[in-house]
């Protein structure tokens, strides 16, 4: 398997070469005297059929990095591009469209519908496009999951990792394009993440999607390609082919930063 080599320098971008790209993206919440710049001028490229891991200190702006990278939020300067396309130039409905049917999310807290079956549970996107449901491909992707048993079941009658795997069964069967995922293993145990990061490893590798997840587990990060460190708004490090002691030595650098830095306040 080849290894796209990192740069992280957009302007270096083929224009096809990033499935995922920021310009100079600015995140600012509140006004004033209050307002925080919680992303502080970003630009990056995930490149395309790549795993890529962003890991930082609590509050850096990692999770509102994937929601403006995925369009759920607006930068309040600066331009994403999602495969070639450029998001702020789309209004809501064509930026619905285009999370509807090119992203797939994936949130801690699974985001399923506790009155749906786990079967409607993860055909609402496509039910939502109104688009065929294939029978065979809902039921192979549970199988896979281990979850053929509990398609008629509802989400309350699954544990933590069954139901972060329907929620993951939801976000492949719409064979996105890219897939931001937010902590998809917070919630797990150590067996059931491994699963989880096994099924991601495997939608980059045989169905050439391109993952953007955010971890605070070295572990989970180490299954990426490289892992981006992210703290105070700024992309600071990356690092290609992580192990996951290298991957916790960098992050116990960054945390020293930190506690360096408050110290001398
Ligand atoms: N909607 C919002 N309004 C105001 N401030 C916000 C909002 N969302 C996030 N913030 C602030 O932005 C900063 C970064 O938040 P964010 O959730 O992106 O951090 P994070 O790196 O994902 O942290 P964690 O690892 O704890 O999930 C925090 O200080 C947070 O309080
Ligand atoms: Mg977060």
């Given amino acids: 398997m080849t290894r796209t080599v990192y740069s992280g320098d957009?302007?270096?971008?083929?224009?096809?070469?990033?499935?995922v790209e920021l310009r100079q993206v600015v995140k600012v919440y509140g006004?004033?005297?209050?307002?925080?710049?919680?992303?502080?001028?970003?630009?990056?490229?995930?490149?395309?059929?790549?795993?890529?891991?962003?890991?930082?200190?609590?509050?850096?702006?990692?999770?509102?990095l994937?929601?403006?990278?995925?369009?759920?939020?607006?930068?309040?300067?600066?331009?994403?591009?999602?495969?070639?396309?450029?998001l702020t130039a789309l209004d809501e409905a064509a930026l619905t469209r285009l999370r509807r049917d090119r992203l797939g999310f994936i949130f801690q807290s699974y985001n399923l519908v506790s009155t749906l079956t786990?079967?409607?549970?993860?055909t609402?996107?496509?039910?939502?496009?109104?688009?065929?449901?294939?029978?065979?491909?809902?039921?192979?992707?549970?199988?896979?999951?281990?979850?053929?048993?509990?398609a008629q079941a509802r989400p309350a009658a699954l544990s933590g990792g069954q139901q972060q795997r329907v929620a993951i069964a939801r976000a492949l069967l719409g064979t996105p394009a890219v897939i931001f995922a937010d902590e998809p293993t917070g919630a797990l145990d150590s067996r059931a993440a491994a699963d989880?990061?096994?099924?991601?490893?495997?939608?980059?590798?045989?169905?050439?999607?391109t993952i953007v997840m955010v971890t605070h587990d070295p572990v989970a990060a180490a299954v990426a390609d490289a892992v981006v460190f992210f703290a105070d708004g700024r992309v600071v490090e990356v690092l290609p082919q992580p192990t996951a002691d290298a991957v916790a030595a960098r992050?116990?650098?960054l945390a020293g930063g930190f506690s360096q830095?408050?110290?001398?306040r």
């Fill in 10 to 19: 957009v302007s270096e971008a083929m224009p096809a070469r990033y499935s």
């Fill in 31 to 64: 006004e004033g005297p209050t307002a925080a710049r919680v992303l502080d001028g970003v630009s990056f490229g995930f490149p395309r059929r790549t795993f890529t891991a962003v890991m930082g200190p609590s509050g850096s702006g990692k999770s509102t």
């Fill in 66 to 86: 994937l929601q403006c990278a995925a369009g759920l939020d607006r930068p309040s300067s600066g331009s994403v591009s999602i495969e070639g396309v450029e």
């Fill in 118 to 122: 786990v079967a409607q549970n993860v």
């Fill in 124 to 150: 609402l996107p496509m039910e939502f496009a109104s688009r065929p449901i294939p029978a065979d491909a809902v039921r192979d992707m549970l199988a896979r999951l281990g979850l053929e048993q509990y």
């Fill in 196 to 209: 989880v990061l096994g099924l991601l490893r495997d939608a980059v590798d045989r169905a050439g999607r």
């Fill in 251 to 253: 992050m116990a650098r």
């Fill in 261 to 264: 830095r408050a110290g001398v």
